[in-house]
């Protein structure tokens, strides 16, 4: 099975997600050992607090994503009656893929983009902005709604919620046990731990670090459930061209999204930042061009039965 | 006495791999038979278009009726097919008969350009998509349950679980995989 492949590729960005998830593990058991290290362990309690906090947080936000999101972005849901066409195409998609059919709504926004969520795929919605619909011929248009469907169908919102509940909890605690260092300024007295200065500096730079670092990871996961999606648009469509030129008509377009806010900028086909000078290693999408390639690549394999 | 409770624990661990292994594969059984009831609407939905496209064609072309003729037949056998190869040649017979018909059509700018036909146009084709995914998504699953049949561990429960191989859903002609270009 060559890398290239849609079959490849779904395996080898599925195996990067499961890398990136664990090293956001990691990185939490690293706050807290540096958390043991500098203050004692009279800061383990600070530990689930920080947790649950990050998880109250995200998970009403994951759990009410199909109706948060649609008032975040302004989307309007769409029956089949008001228009057929673009409900033929997903009924295609919904029959490729084997999903339940979603909710489908539309975006007053002249800007083509698209977007999906809802926490499982029972509760999916996917949206498109009028100008997608307007811009794109039916090829493109299937490429763009099974990308959509791939991230219902891979669960992307649950993988982003569990990205952004983990960035969360570190963040939450590198600035509490930051503020406790100003407040008590400096370490406490309690020396039932180890005083090696090395170990100290190291766990203060791991502290203040930290945060940054999970910005970092949660940006690369979102970027490979991106290429992921990709992927496994194709294995739903066998038309890796179709999405191709989708992806060569948003690269060409230089509108951007009227963003409401910038929390939900992740969740579109296209990111609506680019543009703004965003670091790519803070990217929530791999460059445009890279996902064009991917997808030219296989394409060039043929076509798969 | 820990005697005892390493065995209950080993055995109650065989259980629960020989259950999830039967689960899987009565899932992935009813995943093949569920795919392919799909097609089988899907072709439904085809077969229902058929009467109102020969209607229009014929209200332009008449005298094209050895063409009519071999869409209405192959329609007709297509509704007594039921095992899988019966069904997939049935499907490519009309699927053949319909491209027939659409390129008699392609003679009549009358009729291509009549609203009646544009919409049963939209109707066509993205029925030919759903037919083809319908094919694609129930291959899949035939893809997924062989493997499981054919590899181990799976493979020892098969027959425990009563689920064998099944044959995948091939159209005979290679051209009909792919919806029939309909220009216009």
Redesign the interface.
Known sequence: MSEVSFRGMEASNKRKTYLLLAGMGALVWLVVYAALTYFGSATVGIVPIAVTIALISVWGSYYASDSIVLKMTGARELQESDNP?LF??I???V????LPMPKVAVVVDTAPNAFATGRNPEHAVIAFTTGILDVMDRDQLQGVIAHEMSHVGNRDTLVSAVAATTAGAIAILSDMLTRMMWFSGGRRDDRDNNSNPVALIVSLVILILAPIAAMLLKSAVSRRREALADATAVS?T?NPAGLRSALEVLAADSTVVRQRSTAVAHIWIESPLDGKAVSRLFATHPPIEERIAALRAMESLGPV? | MSNIVIILAVAAVLVLFVVSIYNRLVRLNVSVEEAFAQIEVQLKRRSDLIPNLVETVKGYASHESATFEKVVNARAKATTATTVADVAAADGAVTQALRGLLAVAEGYPDLKASTNFLALQEELSTTENKVSFARQFYNDNVRALNTAVKTIPTSFFAGMAKVSARTFYEVEDPQSRQAPTVKF
């Open positions: 066409k033929n195409l009924h295609e998609v029959i490729a893929s084997g739903f066998r039965s």
